[in-house]
């Protein structure tokens, strides 16, 4: 890749807590990445549509209120719409164990719980990247 990864951060639903999604990004900028910041409250259709316009390369979706089953998913579902397939997308913050083979069957490609090291974040973007 001739470019920098580029990375939406995104807080879907009516969360208001965005600290871990702070963090995370500024570990990927930090990282050499370009990272666009959507900010708190976000649908999945805001997050498809900035995903789209920015040229990404992966959406990182941090959340933590419980919604993650339905809001994640519908992030790959609009993706799909619109025939977009070369985007990562990863998801992160308050999910439970138990959920997480839900979301990868649903194409969230991982999923980092709260301590994860944003290194292994970092690396795992960087390996898994479909653009080329």
């Given at each position: 890749?001739?470019?920098?990864i580029?990375?939406?951060v995104?807080?879907?639903g009516?969360d ?6 702070k ?7 930090d990282a ?7 900010g ?14 920015e ?8 959340i ?6 339905t809001?994640l998913p519908?992030?790959?579902?609009l993706?799909?719409?619109e025939?977009v ?7 992160g ?6 959920d ?7 194409g ?25």
């Amino acid at each position: 890749m001739d470019r920098p990864i580029r990375v939406l951060v995104s807080k879907p639903g009516l969360d208001g807590h965005d600290r871990g999604a702070k963090v995370i990004a500024r570990a990927l900028r930090d990282a050499g990445m370009e990272v666009i910041y959507t900010g708190l409250r976000q649908t999945p259709e805001q997050i498809v549509n900035a995903a789209i316009q920015e040229d990404v390369d992966c959406i990182a979706m941090s959340i933590l209120s419980g919604a993650h089953n339905t809001l994640l998913p519908k992030v790959v579902e609009l993706l799909k719409v619109e025939n977009v397939d070369d985007i990562l997308v990863i998801g992160g913050g308050v999910i439970p164990d138990e959920d997480i083979p839900f979301l990868k069957e649903k194409g969230i490609e991982e999923v980092f719980t709260p301590g994860t090291p944003t290194s292994v974040t970092i690396d795992y973007i960087k390996e898994n990247i479909k653009r080329k």
